[in-house]
């Protein structure tokens, strides 16, 4: 079984730019969750989507924004490019979403690493 | 806030050493906690926990879950140099949002 998928693997932007990345997931599975990873701050939360919804959301400005189509693939995009922004953008599936009494693993695509000059 | 605490941060060991990893969490309705080991790419998932004292092992790792004590620990024996990674603890709030600790570095030398 092909594993999480992201696409591109690398990315050099300036500063105001806008950026998208894309996350495809593992067949099957349903959740896609965006993280940030730095060096200072580790692996930060951006958000979730399951069924194409929006279940969960970290501490990240409105810049940072996401969506999920009906295939599971999803989307991230950030807007107005921050230098802070640089980073390595991990993407990770599971194959329902996790909260009550259910918790499901999460398997982590290769990451975008996204640099802004 | 919740937050996930790992220590040591780094930690240095020769081939053959056993080490262990702890992790400590303050999670909003905890419901679950995993282990993730991260070298020069994605995190690779290791372990999930859910119940306390119960403990799941893959060849030379295992680990343990204390819900009392509000921490596990991730044991490694007989260490090899392929096992230098970054060791990340993440917990599940009953939100469902995964919160991660700031990993361990370990480096094992020959």
């Known amino acids: ?117 | 806030e919740d937050k996930v605490v790992q220590s040591p941060l780094s930690l240095v060991v020769h081939e053959g050493d056993t080490v262990t990893l702890n992790c400590s969490y303050e999670v909003t309705n905890f419901r679950s906690l995993l282990w993730y080991k991260q070298e020069k790419k994605a995190p690779t998932f290791l372990f999930m926990l859910t119940s306390s004292g119960i403990e799941k092992k893959s060849g030379r790792l295992s680990s343990i879950l204390d819900k009392k004590e509000l921490s596990s620990i991730l044991n490694i024996t007989a260490t090899q140099t392929g096992d230098s990674a970054i060791y990340l603890c993440a917990a599940y709030n009953q939100g469902g949002k995964l919160i991660f600790g700031q990993g361990t570095e370990l480096s094992v030398k020959p």
């Not at chain 1, 810049?63 to 230098?83: A, C, D, K, P």
């Not at chain 1, 990770?92 to 909260?99: D, H, P």
Request: net charge positive; charged share 15%.
């Open chain 1, 1 to 117: 079984k092909a594993g999480v998928t992201q696409t591109p693997r690398y990315l050099i932007k300036t500063r105001g730019q806008q950026v998208t990345l894309s996350c495809s997931p593992i067949s099957g599975h349903r959740s896609v969750s965006w993280y940030q990873q730095t060096p200072g701050q580790g692996l930060q939360f951006l958000f979730e989507y399951f069924s194409e919804t929006q279940r969960n959301k970290g501490n990240f400005p409105g810049r940072f924004s996401g969506r999920q189509f009906s295939n599971s693939r999803s989307e991230m995009n950030v807007s107005t490019l921050e230098l802070g922004d640089s980073a390595l953008y991990l993407c990770a599936s599971s194959l329902l979403t996790s909260g009550g009494l259910s918790s499901y693993e999460q398997y982590f695509g290769p990451g975008t690493r996204l640099t802004v000059t």
